[in-house]
T-cell receptor
């Protein structure tokens, strides 16, 4: 079967750094996405990785290791507005997106 | 339009009624996706279209659910003879159809079946 695993909830402090991990087992791989979803709102695109390595975009970075079926999202200089759920999703061999359940990130002052 | 729009934003209906949920994708986007999302969960795939062709409907829960996109733009998800278990947030997303396939989501329709 296809499976995306990520922690259910994490807590971090404003101004700190947090890393949200995602592991996947899918039938084929055509890219990995990270989305941010604030409570009651639609998911919004954060990053896309298809090759191994680190993609940096401002305070957010995303890493991929295809051989390990592993990715992480790194958030630096955390702000209160970063409190949200972070969804990991993988495109399989049929180009269908397989979604994780999301990691709820709680930022404390 | 600038983004994906969905209507209605909220729908309350009685069990046994039919409902139609509408999605208007980003102009020019080839692919359109329907998801259902429970609180605290990721989106659950229902079906998707490339242009007007329904490519995959394997996620539709049963034959009470159907979707169409007759002119390759606006799509309608129809639920017949609604049941209480159909209550959920229904989300639509569209993508350009080019390589990256980033999906852009609409605000969703919150369906409540009484």
């Amino acid at each position: 079967g296809q499976n995306i695993d990520q922690p259910t909830e994490m807590t971090a402090t404003e101004g700190a750094i947090v890393q949200i991990n995602c592991t996947y087992q899918t039938s084929g791989f055509n890219g990995l996405f990270w989305y941010q979803q604030h409570a009651g709102e639609a998911p919004t695109f954060l990053s896309y990785n298809v090759l191994d390595g680190l993609e940096e975009k401002g305070r957010f970075s995303s890493f991929l290791s295809r051989s390990k079926g592993y990715s992480y999202l790194l958030l630096k200089e955390l702000q209160m507005k970063d409190s949200a759920s972070y969804l990991c999703a993988v495109t399989d061999s049929n180009y269908q997106l397989i979604w994780g359940a999301g990691t709820k990130l709680i930022i404390k002052p | 339009g600038a983004g994906v729009s969905q209507s209605p934003r909220y729908k309350v209906t009685k069990r046994g009624q039919d409902v139609a949920l509408r999605c208007d994708p980003i102009s020019g986007h080839v692919s359109l996706y329907w998801y259902r999302q429970a609180l605290g969960q990721g989106p659950e795939f229902l079906t998707y279209f490339n242009y007007e062709a329904q490519q995959d409907k394997s996620g539709l829960p049963n034959d009470r659910f159907s979707a169409e996109r007759p002119e390759g733009s606006i799509s309608t998800l129809t639920i017949q003879r609604t049941e209480q278990r159909d209550s959920a947030m229904y989300r639509c997303a569209s993508s350009s159809g080019r390589d990256q396939e980033t999906q852009y989501f609409g605000p969703g329709t919150r369906l409540l079946v009484l």
